[in-house]
């Protein structure tokens, strides 16, 4: 008897702790939609791209990945970095946190958010293996630099943009 009585309480506790952590997990993400770059909403657009790059909501020039063309058309005006990025990711979300904080000191530099999971055909054209990675391309979608985030945020990508 003490023996099921046992096997009882450790699966509810069990049970109990795995709804709270699926709670805690939904909570966030709903409460933190600055860092969710998948729920980003657009703000604005720039006209001589089409409407094709949209602005997120962001303190820098943060958009969020559409077409390889576009991110082409933007990085022909100012230096353009491709962010390889899962909501599931706690490097990715600590990166887009200090973006969305610290995007200002980026000055010129554009960061185009990409779904790591859904931007298969972009990964292959890039080898990117790993989500938090990021790449700067220039207006031929040329690579000019990749490097991997690990959470550093802004002073991470302007210690590896190529500026020329």
Same mark, same amino acid.
């Given at each position: 008897?003490?023996?099921?009585?046992?096997?009882?309480?450790?699966?509810?506790?069990?049970?109990?702790?795995?709804?709270?952590?699926?709670?805690?997990?939904?909570?966030?993400?709903?409460?933190?939609?600055?860092?969710?770059?998948?729920?980003?909403?657009?703000?604005?657009?720039?006209?001589?791209?089409?409407?094709?790059?949209?602005?997120?909501?962001?303190?820098?020039?943060? *958009?969020?990945?559409?077409?390889?063309? $576009?991110? /082409?058309?933007? @990085?022909?005006?100012?230096? #353009? =970095?491709?962010?390889?990025?899962?909501?599931?990711?706690?490097?990715?979300?600590?990166?887009?946190?200090?973006?969305?904080?610290?995007?200002?000191?980026?000055?010129?530099?554009?960061? *185009?958010?990409?779904?790591?999971?859904? $931007?298969? /055909?972009?990964? @292959?054209?890039?080898?990117? #293996? =790993?989500?938090?990675?990021?790449?700067?391309?220039?207006?031929?979608?040329?690579?000019?630099?990749?490097?991997?985030?690990?959470?550093?945020?802004?002073?991470?990508?302007?210690?590896? *943009?190529?500026?020329?």
């Amino acid at each position: 008897m003490k023996r099921v009585t046992f096997l009882i309480v450790v699966l509810l506790g069990t049970a109990a702790l795995c709804f709270g952590q699926s709670m805690m997990m939904s909570t966030n993400k709903s409460n933190d939609n600055a860092t969710n770059m998948m729920s980003a909403k657009p703000i604005s657009a720039d006209p001589a791209m089409g409407n094709q790059l949209r602005y997120a909501e962001s303190s820098g020039t943060k *958009v969020i990945f559409t077409t390889l063309e $576009a991110a /082409e058309s933007l @990085a022909a005006k100012q230096p #353009t =970095v491709l962010f390889f990025a899962a909501d599931w990711c706690p490097y990715c979300q600590a990166d887009l946190k200090d973006i969305n904080a610290n995007g200002r000191r980026l000055g010129n530099v554009a960061i *185009v958010v990409a779904d790591y999971d859904k $931007a298969t /055909e972009l990964k @292959a054209k890039y080898g990117i #293996t =790993v989500q938090d990675t990021f790449v700067q391309i220039d207006a031929s979608g040329m690579q000019k630099a990749v490097w991997r985030g690990g959470g550093a945020g802004v002073d991470d990508i302007l210690s590896h *943009v190529v500026r020329s």
